[in-house]
């Protein structure tokens, strides 16, 4: 294959999608679980949880935003 498979729009759209998808399950998924884990495991009012809930989510951010720029800065991989 020529080296201008690295700029397919498709490989680019393929790629955007799959690393988009990885954030979103990063920063959603800690905010998921401990919503439910402070609600039936530790049995605490639903303003507790969705307080709880809500710091996880603003840390998962951070993360996520650190993660996003990794992701960018990263070459993308041959043959994909």
Request: charged share 15%; net charge positive.
């Amino acid at each position: 294959m020529s080296g201008d498979d690295s700029k397919n729009p498709v490989n680019i759209i393929g790629r955007v999608y799959a690393v988009s998808t990885l954030l979103a399950v990063i920063i959603a998924v800690p905010a998921v679980v401990v919503a439910v884990v402070s609600h039936f495991v530790f049995d605490q009012p639903i303003i507790v949880t969705l307080a709880a809930s809500l710091i996880s989510l603003f840390i998962s951010m951070g993360f996520g935003i650190r993660l996003a720029k990794k992701f960018a800065k990263a070459p993308p991989k041959d043959g994909q």
